[in-house]
């Protein structure tokens, strides 16, 4: 079998990150756009969400990730106990995540569901394609907050449509393929055609931010419902 190898250096992220809330337990954060989560085997990429945290909370340590293009709230474990915890609720779904996200085009439909398996494309590393044979079970939800025009940098009317997306699985790229399988992908997406559009593409950065975390804080069992809104 060939090993795969994933050539992609990140540039600089000057954006800081927000923090958000934080306590003895976990810390509440919002990642800028165009910085990776955890840091790559290049040494390279060493600039993460972890290698910044990790010098300001020690031994903290990711629940979950954004993809590198994405932005938004993230909760971080500062001990393993409260990673397990947390990490438990993620593969319960008992985490309800809500993405923000422009895309291309104008959706028919005002909401609707998107329920197509994802798997590995091998010939294409490191896209995913949607595969009902091989693919892990997929499904997100999403909702139409508004239908708009906006002016490209060349003067061309972008029609684009403001949505809530709603993953009830947590497949890899699984909001970027899913929106890509409507027909209509999420603006500045390089990987699956959100740059293909006549004026689409300078589009600055991914346009899908994590707009709502909800969870139970492993410690305190409180509700914790937090929210960000999108910059875009």
């Not at 800081?16 to 040494?43: F, R």
């Not at 600039?47 to 990711?62: A, E, K, M, N, Y």
């Not at 990673?83 to 439909?109: D, I, P, W």
């Not at 998107?114 to 079970?137: E, Y």
């Amino acid at each position: 079998m060939s090993t795969l190898f994933d050539t992609f250096i990140a540039p600089p992220c000057p954006a800081p990150i927000e923090t958000l809330y934080q306590d003895d337990h976990l810390v509440l954060i919002n990642k800028p756009s165009g910085l990776l989560s955890l840091s790559g085997k290049n040494p390279h990429n060493l600039d993460s969400v972890h290698h910044r945290l990790v010098q300001i909370f020690p031994g903290c340590t990711l629940v979950h990730r954004l993809d590198f293009g994405t932005s938004g709230l993230m909760v971080i474990a500062r001990n393993k106990a409260i990673n397990a915890a947390l990490c438990q609720q993620f593969s319960q779904r008992s985490v309800t995540k809500t993405y923000t996200a422009l895309l291309c085009g104008h959706l028919e439909e005002d909401e609707g569901v998107i329920d197509a398996a994802i798997a590995k494309d091998p010939a294409s590393f490191p896209l995913m394609t949607i595969c009902a044979i091989h693919g892990k079970p997929a499904r997100s939800r999403y909702q139409v907050i508004e239908r708009i025009y906006r002016e490209s940098e060349n003067g061309t009317l972008l029609p684009l449509t403001r949505v809530h997306l709603t993953p009830e699985t947590g497949r890899t790229h699984q909001l970027r393929i899913h929106c890509l399988r409507l027909g209509h992908p999420i603006l500045g997406c390089d990987l699956y055609g959100g740059r293909l559009l006549p004026g689409t593409e300078q589009t600055p950065r991914l346009m899908l931010h994590a707009s709502e975390l909800q969870f139970i804080h492993p410690v305190s069992k409180t509700w914790i419902h937090a929210r960000h809104a999108s910059p875009f």
